[in-house]
């Protein structure tokens, strides 16, 4: 079953506003990792946490490791009609070989 | 530099007939190996995943199946196509044994009509 949890499942902002989506587990993660897909393209990757409590930014975006890893977030600030995509975080289990994605975070933009 | 290969970029197949879809990768050894699908406006649901020649592991029970006949070469395959079999197929690979990133291949969109 789904071992990662994202929400929420669609979220739809007017260019400038703010965007969040989060990722919890029920067991601790050695690690988190964070994709994105355009419309139509395939998943590609943005950033990986690895330690309790990291936060890492990349510009506008903001990601956060929580301090039990068992959950993460990604917050976009200012939103702008290139964050448009499907946002999905991904954990890695079982010794790392297997990589699990959550359920992603469909973000539309109203320009 | 390393490349990821999936084909072909589309396919519209009748609901009964079999299914081959190929992965290959460029650039490096004893890759990781992954096969998604992802339904339309969904998450990507791991199918199978590989970490050496002829080790395969299955993710959920399906008649779809996978096959690693080479180092870097996977396969996804199907002998009677269902209609619920229509999704994005998406191969990926990834560094052996460390904590790394999946690079995607392009994707299959398969419909099963």
């Known amino acids: 079953g789904q071992q990662v949890m994202q929400i929420p499942q669609y979220q739809h902002v007017q260019e400038g506003e703010d965007f969040t989506t989060y990722c919890n587990s029920s067991?601790?993660?050695?690690?988190i990792q964070w994709y994105k897909q355009r419309p139509g393209g395939h998943p590609v990757f943005l950033i990986q946490l690895v330690k309790s409590g990291e936060v890492k930014k990349q510009k506008r975006l903001t990601f956060q490791f929580g301090e039990a890893k068992k959950n993460s977030s990604l917050h976009i600030t200012a939103t702008q009609t290139t964050d448009v995509g499907t946002y999905f975080c991904a954990a890695r289990i079982q010794g790392a070989q297997k990589l699990v994605f959550g359920q992603g975070t469909r973000l539309t933009i109203n320009p | 530099s390393q490349t990821i290969h999936q084909w072909p970029a589309t396919l519209v197949q009748p609901v009964g007939s079999p299914l081959s879809l190929e992965c290959t990768v460029e650039?490096?050894?004893?890759?990781?190996l992954y096969w998604y699908r992802q339904a339309a406006g969904r998450g990507l649901q791991l199918l199978f995943y590989s970490v050496g020649i002829g080790q395969i592991s299955s993710e959920v029970p399906q008649n779809l199946s996978a096959s690693r006949p080479q180092d870097r070469q996977f396969i996804l395959s199907s002998k009677k196509l269902l209609l619920s079999d229509s999704g994005f197929y998406l191969c990926?690979?990834?560094?052996?044994?460390?904590?790394?990133?999946?690079?995607f291949g392009q994707g299959t969109r398969l419909t099963v009509v």
């Open positions: 990926a690979w990834s560094l052996a044994g460390g904590i790394t990133e999946a690079f």
């Open positions: 067991t601790t993660l050695s690690n």
């Open positions: 650039g490096t050894s004893n890759p990781n």
